[in-house]
């Protein structure tokens, strides 16, 4: 799972270290916590130039899609906010109803050789949230989101938490080899995403 192993590539050795004396409810940045999303990410062939039977650039399931999970949280007076993997938060920009968060970090490439060391890994998350009533209308599936806007509230804070039960968008990872001489020189690997809030 590229999510996974980008975030494991940014963290240190002693975040990795499970605490097992001490289990506490995580606490995530920000003062609106938006929700913590299952998402399943299916190969877009049409967007991806990286050869996707090769596991360094895809790594999927045998339906064809990988499984992540990831919180959305933000500070209400503004777009500032983030986008949490695995205890690793990242920068995400909010805008209207559309979350974009982009990390870089380098990953070695096989195919780059055992001598490469600078390739990386830039990738982007960008979904749209809808809310419950907004998820209903789209009867719960992304594939029927066509870019508008469906009908019913938009997301946003509620006296029984943040109302939002759905994410739709693409994940997109660019390799790049920096200065290692290998082919593909840069390529993308693109996933359509589909989120599920689960609490």
């Known amino acids: 799972m590229r ?11 002693a975040a990795l270290v499970t605490a097992v004396a001490c289990i506490t409810d995580p606490v995530y940045p920000g003062n ?4 913590t999303f299952q998402f399943e990410a ?4 049409a967007a991806t130039t990286c050869d996707a039977s090769m596991p360094e ?18 500070n209400e007076d503004g777009g ?6 695995q205890g690793f938060n990242r920068d995400a920009k909010y805008e ?30 960008k979904v749209t949230l809808f809310s419950d009533s907004q998820s209903r209308e789209l009867n719960r599936e992304c594939v029927r989101f066509d870019g508008g806007t469906p009908d019913g509230s938009p997301p946003g804070p509620t006296e029984n ?24 020189s840069t390529c993308t690997t693109t996933y359509k995403v589909q989120g599920v809030r689960r609490d």
Not at 32 to 35: E, I, K, R, S, V
Not at 80 to 85: Q, S
Not at 100 to 122: F, M, N, Q, V
Request: include cysteine; glycine fraction near 10%.
């Open 3 to 13: 999510l996974k192993l980008l975030a494991l590539s940014v963290l240190p050795a």
């Open 32 to 35: 609106q916590l938006m929700g």
């Open 42 to 45: 299916r190969l877009d062939p």
């Open 57 to 74: 650039f895809a790594q999927l399931d045998d339906a064809g899609v990988f499984r992540f999970e990831g919180t959305f949280s933000k």
């Open 80 to 85: 500032v906010g983030w986008f949490t993997v």
């Open 96 to 125: 209207g109803q559309t979350v974009d968060s982009t990390l870089s970090a380098t990953a070695p490439r096989a195919s780059c050789g055992a001598d490469c060391k600078d390739s990386k890994i830039e990738e982007t998350l």
């Open 161 to 184: 938490g943040y109302d939002v039960a759905m994410a739709c968008g693409s994940l997109t990872d660019v390799f790049r080899p920096g200065t290692c001489t290998c082919n593909p």
